[in-house]
């Protein structure tokens, strides 16, 4: 963030202003909030001013269970992932990496999707201050197990096990419920759900939405409008072909993340099929692809970033003060409506 920005805001009712939030308020970067208050001499006296106005402004108070972690440990802070869709794990590492910046950390970031058995053995070598797990790790036994024994403290994104350690999701279930209500609100019938890989939390609850929404219509579960896809480009494709060969093909296809859904939007290109004329078809992550392909894709904002800052920001805040309580954060979602849905043509 470069000095001189005028983005002022205000944290959120019942969250503690962050060093962000200071930067916003004095527009300056989050680095000379940081300088300002470690009473450093490198900085105009008039943006030291500014700069404690805003603190005091919104009441910010310095994270001083961060800074006990720091005091103890590393600087360093691992984002461990095993996920095909590159825009998604864009999207969390920018969360993740923003607000370690803004409390002196640093990020790297681990793909273990061809090394399972021993994750941790990949950064043996470094010393971790903490680590986040998104998913289908979150639910990796295995892996929470090793960084129990390390003693390395971590949150995860979206595990499964709710009421256990520290987490951070968002409701799958309702989001995969909402879209596909809302095509049957358009007047579709036949809605073609293409799943993400079974491994995957979040991929069953947005099957249990889409689900949940049919039955709640009375709609038919049809098997063969059900394809098992891996939240890869790839994947859309060959779901979509399978789709669309049946001899009764859906109005309107649902695929459980963007990348997918990308992939329908390729096939349905192939096969001279108008969207969405022809064939609705939404997505779900709301990366910056569905916004820049055409039609660009109505999807299920999912705070993706969001997540990945909240994670960070809950390691640092019980770092501190450590609980065997375990913690949930639940953040919001909701639909993008774009170009790629309209009724059923005829």
Known sequence: MPDGLNMHSTPPKGRPATIIDVAREAGVSFKTVSRVLNGETNVREETRQKVMEAVRTLDYRTNHNARNLRARQSHIICLFYANPSRNYIGEVQLGALQRCQAEGYSLIAEDCSDNHPSLLALRAETKLAGAVLTPPLSDDQNLVA?????????????????????????????????????????GHK???????PESHTQANLRHKGYVAAMEKAGLALDPDLICQGNFAFDSGISCAETLLDLPNPPTAIFASND????????????????????????????????????????????????????????????AGNPSEDPRQEVLDYRLVLRESTAPPHG
């Open 190 to 196: 036949r809605i073609g759900f293409i799943r993400g």
């Open 146 to 186: 090793e960084l129990r024994d390390r003693r390395i403290p971590f949150v995860r994104i979206s595990a499964s096990e709710e009421g256990q350690g520290l987490n951070v999701s968002m409701d799958d279930i309702a989001a995969g419920q909402e879209m596909t209500e809302y095509l049957i609100g358009l």
């Open 259 to 318: 990348d997918m859904a990308a992939g329908v939007l390729a096939a349905a290109y192939r096969r001279q099929i108008s969207v969405p004329k022809d064939l609705s078809v939404v997505g779900f992550d709301d990366t910056p692809l569905a916004s820049t392909i055409s039609p660009s894709l109505t999807t299920v904002y999912q705070p993706s970033r969001e997540l990945a800052a909240a994670a960070v920001r809950i390691l640092l805040e019980e």
